[in-house]
């Protein structure tokens, strides 16, 4: 079964714009940490303020990856690294109509909701901040999650999904 060219644009625009976010969090966390005056336009104030969040421990390998690993593991990076290579995965994949690339794309996504959820706590909870660029794409993830479901879901061959006759 071929994949609708709705899902693909659809796709396209969610990915788009998850990269695009995760670029600037990259931007916003290496320009903060040259010039720690530097100001990013997601910095709206003391508690709504991407820069805090990107510059925390946590923005980093998840805080997780330095406490198991060492500050200087290849791992350690960025989180928004992390993102810009599940945006670009799930850009390529979606161009391949196999089960095994929906089933991936699937399994990603899921592994993107549970990092999105760790670091939602961690925003609100621990850091007390709300980013503005966080939750767009914790919500570009969960988007990416029901479309990707639906793939693997028409990829399987449901009933819901085939094309119903003209007229009916």
């Known amino acids: 079964m071929a ?33 720690p005056d530097y100001r990013a336009l997601c910095d709206v104030s003391p508690s709504v ?15 997780l990856v330095e406490d198991l690993l060492g500050k200087h593991s290849v791992f350690n990076q960025p989180n928004s690294l992390f993102g810009i290579v599940f945006y670009i995965l ?7 109509p196999s089960i095994l690339a929906a089933v991936t ?18 925003l ?5 901040d709300f980013c503005l660029v966080c939750v767009t794409t914790y919500l ?12 693997l879901v028409c990829l399987s061959g449901s009933r819901q999904c085939r094309a119903k006759p003209k007229g009916q």
Not at 49 to 63: A, D, Y
């Open 49 to 63: 303020s991407c820069s805090k969040v990107f510059t925390s421990r946590w923005g980093r390998g998840f805080g």
């Open 90 to 96: 799930q850009t390529l994949l979606g161009f391949s």
């Open 124 to 128: 609100f909870f621990v850091l007390h």
């Open 140 to 151: 570009l993830n969960g988007a990416l999650l029901l479309l990707n479901y639906k793939r």
């Open 105 to 122: 794309l699937l399994g990603t996504s899921m592994v993107s909701i549970a990092g999105s959820l760790y670091l939602a706590y961690i």
């Open 3 to 35: 994949v609708p060219g709705w899902e693909r644009a659809l796709r396209l625009v969610l990915c788009a714009l998850g990269l695009a976010l995760s670029v600037y969090a990259l931007h916003v966390e290496s320009s903060r940490e040259r010039d």
